[in-house]
């Protein structure tokens, strides 16, 4: 066993002994490098706006511990990144920050970073398949998937016995392991109200088979909505469409706007979506997509750059969660952060007072 990955394993013990210990709070306050570095960040695409935004933050987040940054986009192609991975292994990173496209393919590349010492962050995304990944940190995504149904819920009056509703279910892409996260957690406060019809599927489509969204595109959950529109609805409209993510919400919105919902007395149904992205925000202002799941990338930023430091100085990086993360092949410790529920009534509060967005940006 290669040095590093002997001592990782013991940290690794060490750090889930000293779970209980461990504080739950986001201080992510770390020690700075001595001696500094080079880390590999390896990110899925440019064109979601969180993921530019990440880059930026652990590129900066590691500058000021000391670390240089060679940062990396897969452009959404398992392929891209799993070469990107293999050519920053080559270029002698000291330590790898990967959000994985499709979270099996990385298991050849992370045997060769494993060969070469290097250890890896599982970023955003948990890699599946591999002992080669050391961390994990994400936010509790089961919890966004709950803070979406919950607004559902609430919108549409379920708990004071409103209903019957017509609702369409959207998840995220199959190779993503938050996908099923999400659409379970939504899903554990949607059932009951499916079991009691007070809410009704008409496509039919309930399976998460049947409703992912390869690589979360856009324009693809909108063709998906187009059809079910087109097929379930007739005359009848719809309440309320479950979206995992921003990018979704916004391909199902102008499904919706073609289908001349939005004016002349048909109004848009509560539409949730994930990210706070910039677009999406600026529909909820112009009260369009209902509802999104802010997530302080900035802090998951910091949490990565912060364990990538503790890493290579041989100290135990801080893991707040109990829940074992498993892999399928090891459980991976993790960190995990909280997401919050924006809409029109608290945007300002959350994303302009807290600095994520300035509100000359929101206009
Ligand atoms: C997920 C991530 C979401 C969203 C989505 C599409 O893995 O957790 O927040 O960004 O990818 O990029």
Excluded at 132 to 151: H, I, M, P, T
């Amino acid at each position: 066993m290669h040095t590093r990955r002997a001592a990782l394993a013991v940290l690794a013990g060490a750090a889930s002994l000293a779970l209980t210990l461990s504080a739950c709070g986001e201080d992510t306050g770390g020690s700075s490098s001595e001696g500094g570095g080079t880390i590999g960040i390896a990110l899925p695409t440019r064109a979601s706006e969180r993921w530019i935004t990440e880059g930026k933050s652990v590129v900066s987040d590691l500058k000021a511990k000391g670390y240089q940054s060679k940062l990396v986009y897969g452009e959404d192609k398992p392929q891209t990144q799993v070469s990107q991975i293999a050519g920053l292994i080559e270029q002698g990173v000291d330590a790898l920050i990967i959000a994985a496209i499709d979270n099996k393919s990385l298991n050849d590349v992370l045997q060769q970073a494993a060969d070469a010492d290097i250890p890896v962050i599982s970023y955003d995304r948990l890699i599946l398949g591999t002992e080669n990944v050391d961390y994990y940190v994400s936010f509790d995504n089961e919890q966004v998937g709950r803070l979406q149904a919950r607004y559902i819920i609430d919108k549409l009056g379920l708990e004071d016995g409103k209903g019957p509703f017509d609702i369409e279910l959207f998840a995220g892409s199959p190779d993503d392991n938050n996908t099923k996260y999400f659409f379970d957690g939504a899903m554990a406060l949607l059932q009951p109200f499916l079991d009691s019809k007070q809410l009704v599927v008409r496509s039919g489509q309930t399976e998460l088979s049947q409703v992912t969204t390869l690589r979360w595109d856009g324009p693809t959950a909108q063709k998906r909505m187009d059809g079910i529109l087109a097929e379930s609805y007739g005359s009848r409209t719809v309440d309320a469409v479950l979206s995992p993510y921003d990018g979704i919400s916004l391909g199902v919105l102008a499904a919706l706007k073609s289908d001349g919902y939005g004016s002349g007395g048909k109004p848009l149904p509560v539409v949730t979506g994930q990210d706070a992205e910039l677009a999406s925000v600026k529909s909820i202002i112009a009260g369009e997509q209902s509802q999104t799941i802010y997530k302080d990338v900035r802090l998951l930023a910091e949490v990565a750059a912060d364990m990538a430091d503790d890493i290579l100085n041989d100290k135990t990086p801080r893991i707040n969660s109990r829940r074992a993360y498993n892999n399928g092949v090891k459980s991976v410790p993790a960190y995990l952060l909280q997401p919050t529920s924006v809409d029109r009534t608290n945007y300002d509060l959350v994303l302009v007072a807290g600095g994520y967005y300035t509100a000359a940006e929101l206009e």
